[in-house]
């Protein structure tokens, strides 16, 4: 292999001429993983090489993994950062089970991630970065480069380091500040690889560096010197390429998109749809702090973002903001619901409109904060003190947090009640291909407040009770203060039906606690429906929130082998569609998977007396596809084994 850089020319626009002699071999799909130290680069790299494969019209999907440390030691293991990108020229619904790319930019990404490559993967390591000491820091006593432990594997060494330097020797730089731009070097290399586009990312170097334009073109040509040595090295003989999916998209103008940015588009669309201001109480937790950075930008819809001193504070804002008339919104995840609880019971009580977003990661405690779980389901139904009912929404993919949103916002504006939205740390960070909706494809979400009295008195005369209900929702009505003549208490203490006054009557505390449980259950969600293509299968997988890409992907795989098996999944959690119990009775075996010990299961089975059988993980990863189908097949082969047994 040679090590010379070529000059940093602009890379050839896409479809032009490369150079004869490499061959181009044409893939269904690839999976990608850049891994290195927290401080490489690794998430820029990663989304930089996604919005280009977005942009060529790939379908995609992404898992950023991310350090639990905020700043690990150097060169460790725990301090691996690492990204992930699955593409495709077809429909695809998760970021892949294992790597056929991995970019190991020092011995611990190498160490952390390549019992996950399959056998003939390709590896692009940094040799400058297998030091002895380096590689004493993870536990190897050899050079696993010249030991045969990677002989399983297509291994590309490149001193990435040395090279990036060497490109950036005219800019006037340290070395160490050369050496930071050696993720664009490798982003440069995998784009010549994969034949992806190259202006966008230009781009937004110049804007990002705008400020310090001679740090943009050092990045940028040390991100051309990447192309031009996979363009001139003998070591890549091979390129590939990977056709737009354009029979996955339909019509529309599409764009790559996270679930936290998804889903505070969607928050700014329903207060727009509402014709409410947003208003956003917050304190900063990962991994939902992103939709609080992003609202602050957003002024110009009437969005005010509070970022306050803690989690109580952000709630009882947000709470008194749904009091003075706004589409109230709290951000936090698992740690910062235990905190709100007491208010959230309070809204309750209140009955006003509030969404409790939370993004969901590892627990107990501080657990994982950077990685993913979907265990506060029943903390999300039971998590507060006295019968406190709250409806439950979750959305099931990155792009699906919009809709999620416009959702919780619908039922807790219709029914004046706080709403829990369930997300979680793979769908908040990680992307797929979204199409931006017209504006006349979203909901209509205006609410009328009340202006005039409500109730007459035996005397004739006219009262505002704040607790006097619409007879089809149950929904009190919504007087925004200072209105003339609407004035009403507030508070935690129990009220009296209709009038509002604080209220001691037993009978009267039993009516207040059945009839807020009535609105909840009396919420109207769409009927669950199920993918049984033959009508005929006897399992039935469900699952709820980020599941729903790996159950897909593991169904379709159950299909091919020719097995019969049923899907469905929830979004609705608190009510539970109407039409559930139903579809449940259908199936002779029921299987849920879920990121946690088996909470929708226990709900499933308290609710509806089914013996559903759970698959459970709780890794701070998501399902692999690959070992979710093994399972599945599993389920339906002991079904037919029972279903026999029973004939004989």
Avoid at 187 to 205: D, I, K, Q
Avoid at 336 to 352: C, P, Q
Avoid at 409 to 415: E, P, V
Wanted: hydrophobic share 40%; proline share 7%.
């Amino acid at each position: 292999m040679t090590s010379q850089v070529s000059s940093p020319a602009e890379p050839p626009a896409l479809g032009e001429q490369r150079k004869p002699g490499k061959e181009i071999r044409r893939l269904e799909r690839v999976i990608v993983r850049f891994a290195g130290d927290s401080g490489d680069g690794m998430q820029l790299t990663g989304d930089r090489f996604t919005s280009e494969t977005a942009s060529f019209g790939n379908d995609l999907s992404t898992l950023p993994n991310f350090p639990a440390e905020i700043r690990a030691p150097a060169g460790t293991l725990p301090g691996v950062s690492s990204f992930q990108v699955h593409f495709a020229d077809h429909d695809i619904l998760t970021p892949g089970d294992r790597p056929d790319v991995l970019v190991a930019m020092n011995p611990a990404a190498l160490k952390a991630n390549v019992a996950d490559l399959p056998r003939g993967a390709e590896i692009i390591v940094n040799t400058d970065e297998f030091t002895k000491r380096a590689m004493a820091k993870v536990g190897y006593t050899t050079s696993p480069l010249e030991d045969g432990a990677l002989q399983a594997y297509n291994v590309h060494p490149v001193p990435l380091t040395t090279m990036t330097v060497e490109a950036l020797k005219d800019f006037g730089l340290t070395r160490k500040e050369a050496e930071r731009s050696k993720n664009m070097f490798a982003l440069g290399l995998l784009s010549w690889m994969y034949h992806r586009p190259t202006a966008g990312t230009e781009t937004f170097l110049r804007t990002k560096f705008a400020r310090k334009p001679e740090l943009a073109e050092a990045n940028i040509t040390a991100f051309r010197a990447g192309w031009n040595f996979g363009e001139t090295t003998e070591d890549f003989a091979v390129t590939y390429e990977v056709a737009p999916a354009q029979a996955a998209f339909g019509p529309g103008v599409y764009r790559n998109i996270s679930g936290n940015l998804a889903l505070a588009y969607g928050l700014v669309a329903a207060s727009q749809q509402a014709d409410l201001p947003l208003f956003l109480g917050s304190y900063p937790i990962t991994p939902a702090s992103d939709i609080l950075h992003e609202l602050s930008k957003h002024k110009n819809f009437g969005v005010r973002t509070f970022q306050a001193e803690d989690e109580i504070a952000g709630i009882g804002a947000a709470l008194g903001a749904a009091f003075g008339g706004s589409l109230a919104v709290t951000t936090t995840s698992g740690p910062g619901v235990a905190l709100k609880s007491e208010t959230i019971g309070l809204a309750v009580s209140l009955e006003l409109p509030l969404l409790i977003v939370d993004i969901q990661r590892g627990g107990p405690s501080t657990g994982l904060p950077t990685k993913t779980e979907q265990a506060d389901l029943l903390q999300a139904m039971y998590g507060r003190n006295g019968e406190a009912p709250v409806p439950i929404i979750a959305p099931a993919t990155p792009g699906d947090c919009f809709d999620a949103a416009l959702e919780a916002a619908r039922i807790a504006l219709t029914y004046r009640t706080p709403v829990f939205l369930l997300s979680d740390g793979y769908l908040a960070n990680g992307s797929e291909p979204w199409r931006i909706p017209d504006v006349s494809e979203l909901p209509d979400l205006r609410v009328q407040f009340a202006t005039t009295p409500n109730h007459t008195d035996a005397d004739g005369n006219q009262h505002f009770w704040p607790y006097l209900r619409d007879p089809h929702t149950l929904a009190r009505p919504w007087a925004v203060p200072g209105t003339p003549g609407l004035e009403h208490r507030i508070g935690g203490i129990e009220k009296q039906d209709g009038t509002g006054n604080i209220s001691y009557d037993p009978a009267n505390h039993d009516l207040m606690v059945r009839t807020r449980q009535a609105k909840v259950d009396g919420i109207e969600v769409p009927d669950i429906t199920v993918d049984d293509p033959t009508g005929t299968a006897r399992t039935l997988v469900i699952g709820w929130g980020s599941t729903y890409g790996p159950i897909t992907a593991a169904v379709r795989r159950t299909r091919q082998t020719g097995s019969q098996i049923a899907q469905a999944h929830l979004r609705h959690l608190n009510p539970f569609p109407t039409n559930l119990g139903e579809v449940l009775a259908r199936y002779r075996n029921i299987i849920v998977p879920e990121m946690n010990l088996g909470q929708l299961a226990h709900l499933l089975r308290a609710r509806y007396l089914v013996d559903a059988a759970c698959h459970t993980q709780v890794t701070g990863l998501p399902f692999k596809a690959e070992q979710l189908a093994a399972r599945l097949q599993e389920a339906v082969a002991q079904g037919l084994t029972k279903e026999a047994a029973d004939v004989r």
